[in-house]
């Protein structure tokens, strides 16, 4: 009788310690199990319930709100004579980061393997800018503020995870994101070019629109890096707080 109330004992405890554990998981994670045929739809379900917190932040795992992304600098200084950049530009806001979509997934539980695509349907931003250039011979200088906005851009992602153990416990730390931006449509204002000169202003800038790509492939590196950074971050937030037979059944 006296093994039969340890067995009982030791049941109550184990089903309270499952229901502690399963409570301590918000509501907006949702839980896959990993013999699920269709794991990937359902982590993208979870992605997608997450992503709607993520521009005013989660407070409770630590996640500072996305909306607007912070770049503190981007440094271009490269190219040759007739095709120079050297630029600056500071104190960069970009909005609209958590209108994201993921238009597909593949998922190797087995060797923790995320391969996905993203929509970014438009990015506003805002920063300050010094910048001496050549595009096409025609050469842009100025200081001031520089905003504008993409729309219809698109990334393909690869993350790449392992596991991990912490005080006996498993737990899933990602690897930093590999991010390849796909250009859609840009439109950028610099102001106080050349010193302010209205006439050239508005060449200068018409210039760097009708050319906004030969731009967007010097600042493509820095933009790809702060978006890894802050989507591993979040990713981090998350799977290192929750052990991976929490996250994946």
């Given amino acids: 009788m006296k093994n039969g109330r340890t067995v009982l004992l030791g049941g109550i405890v184990a089903a309270i310690s499952f229901i502690t554990i399963q409570a301590a998981i918000p509501e907006y994670i949702k839980l896959c199990r990993k013999a699920d045929p269709l794991v990937a739809k359902c982590i993208n379900n979870s992605i997608e319930a997450l992503r709607q917190k993520l521009a005013v932040g989660i407070d409770e795992l630590d996640v500072p709100p996305i909306e607007p992304l912070v770049i503190k600098q981007i440094k271009l200084k490269r190219g040759p004579r007739g095709a120079r950049i050297d630029a600056v530009m500071s104190n960069i806001k970009v909005w609209g980061c958590s209108d994201f979509r993921i238009l597909e997934l593949e998922t190797d539980l087995v060797k923790n393997i995320y391969d996905f695509k993203l929509h970014l349907p438009h990015l506003n931003f805002l920063g300050k800018y010094s910048m001496d250039m050549n595009i096409l011979f025609f050469r842009i200088n100025g200081t001031g503020d520089m905003y504008g906005n993409f729309t219809d851009y698109r990334a393909v992602v690869r993350m790449t995870g392992s596991k991990v153990t912490r005080d006996g416990n498993v737990y899933l730390k990602m690897d930093k994101m590999k991010m390849k931006l796909e250009f859609g449509g840009a439109k950028i204002k610099l102001t106080n070019l050349f010193n302010g000169d209205p006439i050239l ?30 989507f591993t971050d979040i990713s981090n937030k998350i799977t290192l707080r929750f052990t991976y037979d929490e996250l994946f059944l």
Avoid: C, H, K, M
């Fill in 201 to 230: 202003g508005a060449t200068a800038n018409q210039v760097l629109n009708d050319n906004s790509r030969l731009f967007l492939e010097e600042i493509r590196p820095a933009l790809e890096g702060a978006l890894s950074d802050l």
